[in-house]
């Protein structure tokens, strides 16, 4: 019962990158993903468009969906306005004691609530529990097939206002058609596909920024 992958890619980032420095974080992840072992972090490229829009945005209250290893939850977070607070939903108790341990490295664990468990039974509390009213911004980053029912949850909770902003992740590789298509066809939103390449590959792949309308 050897270390996973996640295993490893904590410890390169506990020997590599320096305690309460995000963007050597950042690094350390992005150098073992391109010369020890690929895993499924959005990456520098996709990241630097993340970036781009965090900070366009400014969220005050931001969601992620699939925390994975922490990588883009730390990405975002290093970019968020003081007092602002990120919320980073995953249901795998492995990714998700690596992730809690990569975020205490980056400092950045007091703008950061990671939940514990799947999507769908998240989302309806997140308003009594973190005493939100709506989501300025919202990363989609897991299962491909459930960015469209949580779209609507997010939707049917009313935690989308005039203007609120979702990015997604993988919208051509692995894909999310059905996704494109409900945003794309859907007089709600305004899409936008930035196109880009898979992470640390030069396999295409791009996210979509989709205003809600209100
Ligand atoms: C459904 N509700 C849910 N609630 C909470 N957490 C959920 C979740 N679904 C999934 N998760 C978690 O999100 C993460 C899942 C992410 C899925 N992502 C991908 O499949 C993915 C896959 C690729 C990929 C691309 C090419 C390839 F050859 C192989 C893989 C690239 C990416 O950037 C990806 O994001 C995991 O940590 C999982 O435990
Ligand atoms: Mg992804």
Redesign the pocket.
């Known amino acids: 019962t050897g270390s996973s992958r996640p295993q490893r890619l904590l410890k390169a980032v506990q020997r590599n990158a320096a305690k309460g420095d995000p963007q050597s974080v950042i690094s350390a992840i992005d150098y073992f993903c391109r010369h020890s072992e690929w895993a ?1 972090n ?1 990456g520098d490229e996709k990241g630097s468009i993340l970036d781009s829009v965090v900070s366009e945005v400014s969220p005050t209250t931001a969601l992620e ?4 290893c922490g990588y883009s939850t730390v990405r975002i977070a290093r970019l968020l306005p003081p007092g602002a607070s990120l919320i980073t ?4 108790p492995d ?1 998700a004691a690596v992730a809690r341990q990569v975020i205490a490295h980056s400092g950045l664990q007091d703008k950061i609530h990671l939940v514990e ?4 039974d998240s989302i309806p509390k997140l308003k009594e529990r973190f005493g939100i009213t709506s989501l300025d911004f919202v990363f989609l ?4 097939d ?1 960015y469209v029912p ?1 779209t609507k949850l997010l939707e049917e909770c009313g935690l989308l206002r005039k203007g609120s902003v979702l990015l997604a ?2 919208v051509i ?2 894909g999310a058609p059905e996704y494109l298509d409900y945003v794309r066809n859907n007089p709600r939103y305004e899409s936008r596909y930035f196109q880009s390449h ?2 640390y590959t030069n396999v295409e792949d791009g996210l979509e920024k989709s205003v809600f309308l209100g």
């Open positions: 499924m959005v969906l699939g925390t994975y939903l995953e249901f795998n990714y468990g799947p999507s769908g980053d897991h299962w491909k459930r949580d992740d993988n590789c692995p898979l992470e």
